[in-house]
């Protein structure tokens, strides 16, 4: 059996490293930790990783290049930690290809809850991509649109490739499968991020706002994602 793939720390400060170093071997993972842009290029590329926790300021470039770079692989999470907490740079790290912002000061307990939602999301994605005892439906072709959740893509009509983060891919696949394609709320934050729906919780709105955007532009703006008030968020066409 091969060993289990572990999580990259890219994070130039060394006291914050640590800590969420020594919080993340406690809760079981095996960590690689980087310092730099360039180390944390060899790291991604030597290591495997399963999960990437990000810094975006480091010394030698901005951490979303390499959040970028990380996103081509769909079999990886991604979680940006930043000190900058505007809404507009949350929105920049995940539309890039981020599952996951926090922002520092972070617990380190929520940043492990957090790290286990992305982990199961990954299996929930990696069992969905394997072949099933009985056939299932691993693509939804609409108004010359290619929908393939199970590979993290969509393809438009003319050809290009457009691909999902993990959440995004999750969402679609439960909307897709939704009784009317309408799925509520706290089914796409417990499917799709991997956590309990909260008061006052931005993320399914954010989730939906990524991928309304995607579909949108892939399909000069026939297929949506449509907020139906009090129900949730439907797949329109």
């Not at 393809?155 to 679609?172: F, H, K, N, Q, W």
């Amino acid at each position: 059996m091969p060993a289990p793939r572990p999580l990259l720390v890219l994070e130039d400060d060394p006291a914050i490293a640590a800590s969420i170093g020594d919080a993340l071997a406690q809760d079981g993972w095996r960590v690689e930790a980087a310092e730099t842009l360039a180390m944390g290029r060899a790291r991604l590329a030597a290591c495997n990783p399963r999960i990437v926790v990000v810094d975006l300021g480091l010394p030698d470039g901005n951490g979303i290049a390499f959040v970028q770079e990380a996103a081509r692989r769909p079999d990886i999470g991604i979680i940006v930690v930043s000190g900058r907490a505007a809404e507009v740079d949350r929105i920049v790290g995940l539309e890039v290809g981020a599952d996951d912002y926090l922002t520092k000061p972070f617990s380190l307990r929520e940043m492990v809850a957090r790290i286990r939602a992305l982990s199961r999301r990954l299996d929930s994605v990696a069992a969905l991509a394997r072949p099933a005892a009985t056939p299932q439906p691993g693509a939804w072709d609409i108004v010359g649109l290619r929908l393939e959740p199970t590979r993290q893509r969509i393809v438009a009509p003319d050809g290009r490739e457009i691909r999902l983060t993990g959440g995004e891919a999750s969402m679609l696949h439960l909307l897709l499968e939704a009784p009317e394609n309408l799925a509520d709320r706290a089914s796409i934050s417990e499917r799709a991020l991997g956590r309990r729906l909260l008061p006052d919780q931005r993320g399914v709105d954010q989730l939906a706002s990524m991928l309304r955007q995607k579909l949108r532009e892939s399909s000069a703006g026939q297929v949506t994602v449509a907020a139906v008030r009090g129900r949730g968020y439907r797949l329109a066409w």
